[in-house]
């Protein structure tokens, strides 16, 4: 089996590793190479190179992200390295793993990426109940700043950086990278409209990035071993490693660390143990909840991004969602609009009128209160909601992106729902 | 009609220093005081329970912002309350993964344990019980938090002990 | 300029804006709701959506919010094609998901922007089968309603009052489809700008409650351009009428004024033309001191019997129109006629009037104010004074937001991307004042100073500008911002009395432009007319004192309070040398008691009058509606005085339009006010152009109750707008003549853009008034002596008038809800002075034989009081002055008055 660089101190307990732990097994040596000899344009390209993608959901290239940041010519003022480790779309639980068992891996992450870009402050955005996983990182920041890891002239290397934590208030769309900023500014969570980029214009108007827990965690790993080490790491065109996770009506519901372009079948039923006992495969959202529904004859196919893509989904967040033959789709899609529409921050008109009105749609049908032409207004809903550039944000154009697939694989329950006046998986649920 | 009236003295509540010390650490790495409005929220909310109007207003006034615009924070955030809760706050994962778990069975069981509803108290101010979106623990659904404890693979039986007695808690 | 297709055909079109103003500059119909024109794009409504292509091979395109994308060389967007509409008829569809059908009922009916999109749209069928959400309303003071239920969410609200005003007490509250306008208590809102927000509002979320309480549809008002009558700044208004009363004022759009707002003095502070006791009759007093009305005969008799062959004595009135005065001014003779402002206030406008022509820093319009990049106030708090001079303020500290947008080539109408970007980063704006003032929130410095502290400091800042060394940092911040700016401005005004606060402010200018910069220079004037009353009298004016020797026997005092001015005593020692007074009022004034006759004067609303701004811009009201009654305006009563008076002069005059040629035949300055408007004989396509619009019911039975014959139309014969529904309402008719805004389909204030050659420019029909002061030349008045530096006195305050945007001036407080914002005047002092006093917060103080209650205020300079200006209990104190403070014994708080509408929300 292939190295797994991201959990290797992750022990099956859970329990943290300390910065003893951390260091003995070669932790901060990604640091203290690129301290000791490497300028950050050599670690911007050692990242290009290495063909690292975010791994927050959009699978955006992490060494092309970082280039936008001014590097010369830029006004006075502070640059920010942002953490999104606001952890909220349905079914993922793969960045709790990292923060909770291997905290200071993050945090070299975070003090090579804002090496790279010349950032002097960066924030750790963790969501409000991951309380466990906030005190582990305050512990660590505290604990890499005695080790002069952070702070003033690090490893005298005459850079320096500030950390701070600052766990949210609640609220999904915290997630998306410019209403993240809002929110780490104390204000209301509205996204922002692109562009200006967060990469010019971000937290306090200033040049900033903002990279999920997973990508960061990568980083010290990619220092370290070189680019062509990271790009063998993967199966197929991607590279590196990623946290696979599988939820639902499975044997061994988990998160595991696989090489990228892992084949789903080999996830669901080598790891996750296949389905249990009673239960048949129907369908699955391969990386939470705002993707859409891969079934059956997608078993096969490896999970990356380009080939998830292909099949009309994406990896997003990599955890899959498993819709087993006894739940109900209509519920399962209403589900995830409810929560969509609960949570969209009232700025545009789409999302925050029109989720709800798609949900009392659903939750019509699923009642049995549904009419034939709620199709029709599902569908319109669809394009209405569905396409990126009809709303501020991506939220509702992901959260369209289950029900225009469960549409696709699940008509006939939807017109059951309908025509039998009630939802036919009532009693076998 | 015309209505006379002579405006009262506003009793005005003041924060406490242990408040005021954890809010002043916030500002000390922000580049104005009202950047760590949410900061501060939730500081005052971890010592009250939850964030009262005149709260609100000593602690706008503390930050030098609006409480207008203090007001359109608190209430944006699921996690912010501006109704007094119970001493522990029950969310139970209602998201998908929680759903397909059952999860609907699990709020039922606390309802009917602690006779409540969501966005209820008990009589006796112990809980307070909220629906919460995905807790990220997906693998272990369902899931649940009372107060800073998470319980996973939650079942309907396990519900009087969770509450009772914090069986099987691991921290948050 | 680029070229952009859309719908299949090329355009040429400006470079740099976006495709939705665009588009509607082209002259088709976008829906819109958040965008506006003047406060940008946010894209939250996502109504203008319209399908752009790639390039000609693209056969899908995308759909964008026409708001949110810039032209472009070669765009090619679709904008009635099916996917477009489509997508643009269900955002209005999701926006009625929750809005109520209560438009039979909503103020905003017949002119909702929500309407006429929803409409434009085509929506017409709702598929939504749930039940609406409904909120609770909060109450929000005397002057705004507020019905939340109605509101689609399009952040309007908050950009305009808190982004674009300054505002704080209103914000958006809670999140998803609960999201809730409101304050964060129940509570009067504090913004000086929260009426613009019944025009900001797409729909009927907040509306003019004395509208609500008085309802007439829009297509129902009778209007006409007007002018407010509350301050110098000469916003243009559209006061609208029906059943002889006024119902509303609206904005009326001047690009170089007041732009698309008004302040609320301006909005609700006309009411008194309804509300305040007004006079219907000439009359008589008897013996017993009791008026007797006099028919119309009778009233000429006594009018030749009070006049003919006397001695004659004028006040006129900075209150009344420029004509008035000047048919008054030529009736009396120059010698003796005051301008109707005290000789310390007509010196100080004669000083600004001086400094104005003879300096070589512009004097701006408030188009060019918003372009300062460095701004210094000197002893005005500008938001009481000259609101919405303090709001194009308020969008000058932006120049460098907009700076530092520019350089991340961001297009100035990106509006929160460029609030993103700039943060708390502004153009630097200092502030001189005597206490704090509400810029203060966005001022770079302030100087707490009384005001002859104020003119050494605006004199050691000139002296430095000129390269005089000087140790003091404030002088040398100051100056250095002010240097550094390609577009100072200066202002001050004549508030705090001082005329080397002016010779400083005009200094600071001067020596700004000797060093190479774009310099502005603006004074503020205390009322419509000032500035017009200033240009009468510049050669000659006489002083009350004067017009006590001048052996008149017959005073004519034209539309003017003298115990506004005078003291009772004066007054009387006045009237006891001019043994006739005659007086010409709309309201129902004290010194009216003084006079022998009475003659009812015509409002703002009823009249044609000239005022001039503190711009120097000659700017034309024309009468909303006929007098009722024996009211007539001040100039027809003039004239009547003429006849009676037998001046051969004066009685040839016929039209309002004939007085300014006749009389200011000499003085090219004053010929310029008829440059401000086209003359009665003025035709559009012809016709007269009609205040009422086309759709305007119920005229032959709104007089049924009282006969069922068809009333005659009144005629006009002085103006080329017609008390009718028939007429030319083109849209290129003058600006000055433009009686109300209506465009097939665009039902709203949103129509305006029709009216526009450019989104944001001037009218089409252009003249929005006439700048008489660029003609204007007047000898250098000599420099005022330098005052002493300030030093408090033992027992002793120095008064320092604080004005207040309701309260300190005349008319404002005639209005119902603008009185309840007034509230009682009050005395400021220092936390240390009020302690040494022994006094605290509320208590009650006497000075100068009146009480009042005490607000302690930090930014009071120690060893002065500051007042509220204007208020009848304060009438008497003058900046300035030294008094000595005492606790009022027996004080009892004044119980205040509010919440007058409270019973119509329980």
């Not at chain 1, 509205?190 to 108007?205: I, T």
């Not at chain 3, 007509?346 to 300062?372: C, F, G, T, W």
């Not at chain 3, 051969?648 to 016929?654: D, N």
């Amino acid at each position: 089996m292939s190295e797994l660089p991201l959990t290797r101190n992750v022990r099956a307990d859970r329990s943290p590793t300390d910065l003893a732990a951390y260091e003995a097994n070669g932790g901060y040596g990604g640091l203290r190479r690129a301290m000791a000899g490497l300028a950050p344009g050599d670690c911007l390209d050692i990242v290009k190179d290495s063909g690292l993608r975010g791994r927050g959901g959009a699978g955006f290239p992490t060494g092309m992200k970082w280039s936008f940041v001014p590097m010369e010519n830029v006004s006075p003022g502070h640059k920010y390295l942002i953490c999104n480790a606001d952890e909220m779309e349905p079914g993922t639980f793969k960045d709790r793993l990292l923060l909770e068992c291997d905290p200071h891996q993050l945090i070299e992450g975070m003090i090579l990426a804002a090496y790279t870009i010349g950032a002097d402050v960066a924030y750790i955005f963790i969501r409000a109940e991951y309380l466990k996983a906030a005190q582990l990182l305050r512990e660590a920041i505290a604990e890499a700043k005695a080790k002069n890891y952070l702070g003033r002239d690090i490893l005298g290397s005459g850079y320096h950086l500030e950390m701070h934590v600052h766990a949210s208030a609640g609220r999904y769309i915290c997630g998306e990278e410019t209403a993240l900023i809002s929110s780490l500014e104390g204000k209301r969570a509205n996204p922002r409209a692109k562009p200006p980029f967060p990469q010019v214009s971000g937290l306090w108007g200033r040049p900033t990035i903002v990279n999920n827990v997973e990508t960061l965690c990568n980083i010290p790993h990619i220092i370290e071993r070189g680019p062509e080490w990271f790009q063998g790491l993967g199966l197929g065109g991607d590279a590196g490693t990623k946290l696979y996770g599988v939820s639902g009506r499975v044997k061994n519901p988990g998160c595991w660390e696989l090489p990228i372009g892992t084949p789903v079948r080999e996830i669901l039923e080598d790891r996750a143990g296949g389905m249990e006992d009673g239960y048949q495969l129907r369908g699955f959202l391969p990386g939470g909840g705002s993707t859409d529904f891969l079934v059956d004859e997608h078993l096969d196919l490896a999970m990356d991004y380009e080939t998830i893509g292909k099949a009309g989904s994406r990896m997003g967040t990599g955890t899959m969602i498993i819709l087993d033959d006894r739940t109900c789709p209509v519920g399962f899609v209403k589900n995830l609009i409810e929560f969509f529409a609960q949570e969209s921050c009232g700025f545009c008109t789409p999302c925050r009128d029109g989720l709800p009105w798609n949900a009392q749609v659903l939750d019509d049908i699923e009642q049995g209160r549904g009419q034939l032409e709620d199709m029709d207004t599902l569908e319109q809903h669809v394009s209405y909601i569905g396409a990126i550039g009809n709303t501020h944000c991506a939220l509702a154009p992901g959260a369209m992106e289950p029900l225009q697939s469960a549409l696709k694989y699940f008509r006939d329950d939807f017109l059951r729902h309908i025509e039998e006046r009630t939802c036919p998986y009532r009693e076998v649920h | 009609m015309s209505e006379q009236l002579h405006s009262l003295p506003a009793e005005t509540l003041t924060l406490s220093d242990a408040e005021l010390a954890e809010i002043d650490a916030e500002i000390a790495h922000a580049p104005y005081r009202a950047a760590v409005a949410i900061d501060a929220l939730k500081i005052v909310q971890a010592h009250r329970r939850w964030v009262s109007d005149d709260c609100l207003e000593a602690l706008a006034a503390y930050l030098e912002m609006p409480p207008a615009e203090l007001e359109g924070i608190a209430t944006f955030y699921n996690l912010i309350f501006r109704q007094p809760v119970g001493e522990k706050v029950i969310l139970v994962c209602n998201s998908v993964s929680c759903w397909i778990k059952g999860c609907e069975g699990i709020r039922a069981a606390v309802t009917e344990h602690l006779g409540i509803e969501p966005g209820q108290t008990t009589s006796d101010g112990r809980f307070t019980l909220l629906p919460i979106t995905c807790l990220g623990a997906c693998d272990r659904a369902p899931v649940m938090m009372v107060g800073d404890n998470k319980f996973e693979d939650v079942t309907v039986e396990r519900i009087p002990a969770i509450l009772e007695q914090d069986e099987g808690a691991t921290p948050g | 300029m680029p070229v952009i297709r859309v719908d299949g055909q090329d355009y040429e079109v400006e470079a740099g804006g976006n495709l939705l103003e665009t588009c509607l500059e082209l002259g088709m119909d976008l829906p819109y709701f958040c965008w506006h024109p003047a406060m940008g794009s946010i894209g939250a409504c996502r109504q203008c959506a319209v399908v752009q292509y790639q390039n000609e091979e693209d056969t899908r395109g995308r759909i964008v919010m026409a708001c949110m994308t810039p032209v472009t060389e070669g765009a090619i967007i679709d904008l009635t094609g099916d996917r477009a509409a489509a997508f643009r008829r269900t955002v209005v569809e999701s926006l009625m998901v929750d809005h109520p059908h209560d438009c039979p009922v909503c103020a905003e009916g017949g002119e909702c922007h929500l309407q006429d999109m929803t409409v434009m749209t085509g929506h017409r069928d709702r598929h939504y089968r749930g039940t609406k959400k409904t909120y609770r309303n909060q109450y929000l003071g005397p002057l705004i309603h507020h019905e939340m239920n109605r509101c689609i969410t399009c952040y309007r609200c908050t950009r305009f009052y808190r982004d674009y005003a300054g505002g704080t007490d209103l914000a958006a509250l809670a999140a998803h489809d609960h999201v809730y306008f409101g304050r964060h208590r129940e509570g009067t809102l504090e913004s000086p700008f929260a009426g613009d927000l019944v025009e900001v509002c797409p729909t009927g979320v907040f509306t003019d409650k004395s509208l609500v309480h008085d309802y007439t549809r829009k297509w129902d008002l009778q209007s006409a351009p007007s002018v407010c009558t509350g301050c110098g700044v000469g916003c243009n208004t559209l006061p609208g009428e029906r059943y002889g009363r006024l119902k509303r004022i609206h904005n009326r759009y001047n690009d170089e004024v007041n732009g698309y707002f008004l302040c609320d003095r301006g909005r609700f502070g006309g009411n008194h033309v309804n509300d305040a006791p007004r006079i219907d009759y000439p009359a008589r007093r008897e013996a017993d001191g009791r008026f007797r009305a006099l028919d119309q005969a009778a009233c000429q008799a006594q009018l030749a019997d009070c006049i003919a062959g006397k001695r004659l004595a004028g006040i006129g009135s900075p209150r009344a129109g420029l004509e008035a005065n000047l048919l008054l001014q030529r009736l009396v003779g120059a010698e003796r006629f005051n301008s109707g402002m005290d000789d310390g206030e007509h010196k100080l406008l004669q000083r600004s009037l001086s400094h104005l022509v003879n300096s070589a820093a512009r004097n701006p319009s408030h188009r060019d104010i918003e372009s300062a990049d460095a701004v210094l106030v000197l002893g005005e708090d500008l938001t009481q004074v000259a609101a919405r001079t303090a709001l194009a303020l308020r969008q000058s500290v932006r120049n460098e937001a907009y700076r530092l947008a520019a350089e991340l080539k961001l297009a100035p109408w990106q509006d929160a991307a460029i609030r993103n970007l700039a943060q708390d980063r502004r153009s630097p704006l200092h502030i001189v004042s005597a206490g704090s003032t509400d810029l203060d929130d966005v001022a770079a410095g302030h100087y707490r100073l009384v005001a002859d502290d104020q003119a050494r400091l605006a004199a050691q800042i000139a002296a430095a500008i000129d390269g005089e060394p000087s140790g003091d940092a404030a002088v040398l911040r100051i100056r250095d911002d002010l240097l550094a700016a390609q577009r100072p401005l200066v202002i001050s005004g004549a508030s705090a009395g001082s005329a080397a606060l002016l010779d400083g402010a005009a200094a600071i200018a001067n020596a700004l432009a000797r060093a190479g910069r774009e310099a502005m220079l603006s004074f503020t004037t205390p009322e419509c007319n000032s500035l017009g009353q200033a240009l009468l009298c510049r050669d000659s004016h006489a002083s009350f004192e004067s017009l006590e020797a001048s052996g008149a026997e017959v005073l004519i005092i034209l539309e003017n309070d003298l115990l506004r001015r005078l003291s009772p005593e004066r007054v009387e020692a006045l009237r006891e040398r001019i043994p006739i007074w005659i007086g010409i009022d709309s309201l129902e004034t004290g010194t009216l008691a003084y006079c022998d006759l009475v003659l009812p004067a015509a409002a703002f609303t009823e009249t044609e009058a000239s005022f001039v701004s503190q711009e120097g811009r000659a700017q034309r009201a024309f009468p909303v509606h006929p007098p009722a009654e024996a009211r007539r305006p001040g100039w027809q009563w003039l004239l009547a005085l003429a006849r009676a008076a037998g001046n051969t002069a004066l009685v040839a005059l016929e039209h309002f339009d004939d007085i300014v040629p006749t009389l200011a035949g000499e003085d090219p300055v004053l010929q310029g006010v008829m440059r401000a408007a086209p003359d009665h004989q003025f035709r559009s396509r012809g016709l007269k152009i009609p205040r009422q619009p086309h759709r305007y019911s119920g005229r032959t039975a709104m007089a049924a109750d009282v006969s069922v014959h068809e009333p005659r139309l009144s005629e006009d014969r002085d103006s080329a707008l017609a008390y009718s529904m028939e007429g030319s309402a083109a849209a290129d008719r003058p600006a000055a003549l433009l009686s109300y805004v209506w465009s097939p389909g665009w039902n709203s204030n949103q129509s305006l853009h029709k009216f526009q050659a450019d989104i944001g420019g001037a009218l089409r029909g252009d003249s929005g008034g006439a700048r008489l002061l660029d003609e204007l030349t007047m000898p250098a008045v000599a420099e005022a002596p330098r005052p002493e530096a300030f030093r408090r006195r033992d027992g002793q305050w120095l008064l320092q008038g604080r004005h207040h945007l309701f309260g300190s001036d005349e008319l404002s407080r005639l209005s119902a809800g603008p009185a309840e914002r007034a509230g009682r005047a009050h005395l400021y002092l220092h936390p240390n002075d009020a302690q040494s006093l022994g006094l605290a917060e509320g208590d009650g103080v006497t000075l100068e034989g009146c009480a009042l209650e005490l607000r302690i205020d930090a930014s009071q300079v120690p060893g002065s009081a500051g007042y509220a200006v204007g208020y009848p209990e304060t009438l008497a104190l003058r900046s300035g002055q030294w008094v000595p403070l005492s606790v009022a014994s027996d004080w009892q708080r004044p119980p205040q008055v509010i919440g007058s509408d409270r019973e119509a929300a329980s």
